[in-house]
């Protein structure tokens, strides 16, 4: 639910996104991925359910906006990775 609350304020603002569900939970993460596809291009809005190799790929990336829900040691590197792009981030 926290990923597809954030993602919905996105895509109400106008918003491309990418959202990376919990490898903690993968069939969750496939029931994401299927009715996100179901509904939106990929182009628009993707999901990148590959686990912690996935999400360095992606933090490598420059975003406008990080929003990650988590734990306090990944949060920190999520900051970390957004601060060399100057990219902004909200940490829950």
Do not use: W
């Amino acid at each position: 639910m926290l990923a597809l609350d954030v993602l919905a304020g996105a895509v109400a603002a106008g918003n491309c996104a990418v959202i990376s569900p919990s490898e903690y939970a993968p069939v969750t993460a496939q029931l994401i991925r299927k009715i996100i596809s179901d509904v939106f291009p990929e182009n628009y809005i993707a999901v990148a359910d590959g686990g912690v190799e996935c999400n360095q790929e992606l933090l490598r990336l420059p975003f406008d906006y990080i929003f990650f829900t988590g734990g306090v040691q990944v949060g920190k590197m999520v900051m970390e990775k957004a601060a060399a792009n100057l990219t902004p981030v909200t940490l829950e």
